[in-house]
């Protein structure tokens, strides 16, 4: 079975830091991989996706992703974060099904606060 | 706007209650998920629908049903409710080919008392 570790339940960093936030995940053959964001009060909106190819992949919001397949990662990165990105971040891992479409399983997400 | 529908936004209900959420995909999109988030719990899969027929199922109470309709759209029903059901009750849709991404509604927020 496929599973998601996010291991920082919480980030705090100051506005135009650079960040990184960590996945590591679980599954037995080349994953799918996501980075959803999560506003307040809000659904989760796609960042970036890996299925194959370039190991770096780039995102909407100045947000890159790499993947590891050695180190089992696909850790979130931002170069200069703004006040705008205060929200929670959840990596996610899937598994093509039948018939198409695609369970995804989540990680139980990292809170960023962003200090002004 | 992600295209998906989710109805009721905030439902408030008494334990042993029923309630209906509703949820309306992409246009195109055959495949429905749910997923249930809660504070202990965080994003757990329910169930998912594919052209009207069950394709998986995750950690979907025995309470709790769901079904998609000829038109697409889906309905999660929850039964006998109790003070632990509630949530933010998320719909994902996504096409049956492509790189097999979801996009979500708003979510409904089901509070029971």
């Known amino acids: 079975a496929q599973s998601v570790t996010q291991p920082d339940i919480h980030i705090t960093v100051s506005e135009g830091a650079s960040l990184e936030l960590r996945c590591n995940y679980s599954y037995g053959a080349t994953p799918y991989l996501f980075w959803y964001v999560q506003s307040p009060g809000q659904g989760l909106q796609l960042l970036l996706k890996?299925?194959?190819?370039?190991?770096l992949v780039q995102g909407i919001k100045g947000f890159e992703a790499e993947f590891k397949r050695s180190q089992s990662s696909f850790n979130l990165r931002k170069p200069s974060v703004h006040w705008s990105d205060a929200a929670e971040y959840f990596c996610a891992v899937g598994a093509r099904g039948e018939g198409g479409g695609n369970k995804l399983t989540f990680g139980t997400g990292t809170q960023l606060k962003v200090e002004l | 706007d992600s295209g998906v529908t989710q109805t009721p936004k905030h439902l408030i209900t008494a334990t042993g209650q029923r309630v209906t959420l509703r949820c309306s995909p992409r246009?195109?999109?055959?495949?429905v998920y749910w997923y249930q988030q809660s504070l202990d719990q965080g994003l757990q899969f329910l169930i998912q629908?594919?052209?009207?027929?069950?394709?998986a199922k995750g950690n979907i109470l025995e309470r709790f049903s769901a079904q998609q309709f000829p038109d697409l759209h889906s309905e999660l029903n929850l039964s006998s409710l109790e003070l632990g059901d509630s949530a933010l009750y998320f719909c994902?849709?996504?096409?049956?080919?492509?790189?097999?991404?979801?996009?979500f509604g708003e979510g409904s927020r089901l509070t029971v008392l």
């Open positions: 246009s195109g999109d055959l495949s």
């Open positions: 890996y299925f194959s190819g370039d190991t």
């Open positions: 994902a849709s996504s096409s049956e080919v492509g790189t097999g991404e979801l996009f």
């Open positions: 629908y594919y052209n009207g027929e069950e394709r």
